[in-house]
């Protein structure tokens, strides 16, 4: 279930795909310690990256990271994990739980323009070992005096940037910890009343919603396919396919801080009359 970007860094890193082992998830979506063992012992000592999920892109799932972890790191591998949705779950207590042994990790990636509804473009790395950063992206040149440990140029790809954290750091501050906490809940608790609603009304529920994600499907492929053509056409909100276990599904994200009841009663009821015309 890996999501694209991770093998499009692999790309820009010039590792390149070759170099790439998708490996099987469970029915959970999740990557089981036995297949996470196998790959290692298959090549022991070779240079490695476990990338872990913080929230599937489709279903929202969580990697065991406390078993993981443990396995890649005793055969020398560095742990990523890939946490664009799912590492704001630790603002939440009833929900952190999902993130149970991330903080073992090596690196961790996540997105303010999502859950935090900033704006594109501020992405986070975070190393736990900020030498690491250091020591990939630190610059030097005649040109370009810095002795500020935490110059900019010397933690990121880009030298020359606008100022990205400003925009996170506004949610920050106008919204503070109870806030971002509130956010993330109640787009989870959205998520699970979407899903109810459109289970009641015949849709099929792939999978538990989990995180903010609901996954639903109509029957055969075509008629799912018509069916979000004919959401988008409609307009009382925008959802886009995608695939799930080799078949078509209709993916249902909610991230929008400013979602209510109403919002999620008015989408599933559109959803289920595009099923109707469809059918």
């Known amino acids: 279930e890996v999501h694209g970007t991770t093998t499009r860094a692999a790309k820009l890193l010039g590792i390149g795909t070759s170099n790439i082992l998708v490996l ?8 089981a310690p036995d297949v996470l063992r196998d790959a290692l012992d298959r090549e022991p000592g070779r240079p490695t990256i476990v990338v872990l999920q913080a929230g599937d892109v489709n279903c929202g799932a969580f990697d065991p990271f406390s078993e993981l ?4 790191h005793d055969a020398g591998a560095w742990v990523h994990i890939d946490g ?12 952190r739980h999902l993130l149970l042994g991330a903080e073992l990790a090596d690196s961790w990636a996540t997105d303010g323009h999502k859950w935090l509804n900033a704006g594109y473009d501020s992405g986070i790395a975070v190393c736990a070992r900020g030498e690491d950063l250091t020591r990939a992206f630190a610059t030097d040149a005649a040109y370009l005096p810095s002795e500020d440990d935490r110059a900019p140029m010397h933690l990121s790809v880009q030298m020359s940037q606008r100022a990205r954290g400003v925009e996170v750091w506004a949610v920050y ?30 849709a099929e529920v792939l999978a538990p919603v ?3 994600q609901a996954l639903v499907a109509f029957g055969d492929d075509a008629t799912t396919d018509a069916v979000i053509a004919a959401l988008q056409v409609e307009g009382t909100t925008w959802a886009g396919p995608t695939t799930w276990h080799g078949h078509r599904a209709l993916r ?12 999620v009663d008015r989408v599933a009821a559109a959803v289920l009359r595009c099923h109707r015309r469809a059918g």
């Open 210 to 212: 989990v995180l903010n």
């Open 252 to 263: 249902l994200s909610v991230s929008d801080a400013a979602t209510t009841d109403d919002d």
């Open 84 to 95: 664009a949705m799912g590492l704001w779950c630790n603002a939440v207590p009833e929900l």
């Open 69 to 72: 972890i443990p396995l890649a």
């Open 24 to 31: 099987p998830s469970d029915s959970a979506a999740q990557l």
């Open 173 to 202: 501050a106008s919204r503070g910890r109870r806030g971002i906490a509130d956010l993330v809940e109640g787009c989870c608790r959205h998520a699970a009343r979407l899903a109810a609603r459109l289970a009641d009304g015949g």
